[in-house]
Nanobody, 117 residues
Framework: QVQLVESGGGLVQPGGSLTLSCAAS????????MGWYRQAPGKQRELVAV???????NYADSVKGRFTISKDNAKNTVYLQMNSLKPDDTAVYYC???????????WGQGTQVTVSS
């Protein structure tokens, strides 16, 4: 069982920045992947960014060049640095992880990000 707790969401103006954090209850070095997803009202949940194993990072086309995913193994925390935010980035952001390639997916409770002037 893995527990994930997100923080860092809030209200930001277009063009602004936010950093989301996701603290895990286990040693994240052993996890298969850790990622961020988001779900806007009336839309399906979508992948934003993911770290697979220790080196591979993938991003949604809509956030490439603006968002950066990183992790701190010592703190068992993964981060999502979000720059040049747009109103379309408004959503609930969820942290998720798989313990192995065929293992279960664990989700955090989500944190709201609102981009508005």
């Amino acid at each position: 069982q893995v527990q994930l707790v997100e923080s860092g969401g809030g209200l930001v103006q277009p063009g602004g920045s936010l950093t989301l954090s996701c603290a895990a209850s286990v040693n994240i070095f052993s996890l298969y992947n850790m990622g961020w997803y988001r779900q806007a009202p009336g839309k399906q949940r979508e992948l934003v960014a993911v770290i697979i194993s220790t080196v591979s990072r993938n991003y949604a086309d809509s956030v490439k060049g603006r968002f950066t995913i990183s992790k701190d193994n010592a703190k068992n925390t993964v981060y999502l640095q979000m720059n040049s935010l747009k109103p379309d980035d408004t959503a609930v952001y969820y942290c998720a992880t798989k313990t192995s390639i065929f293992g279960a997916t664990y989700w955090g409770q989500g944190t709201q990000v609102t981009v508005s002037s």
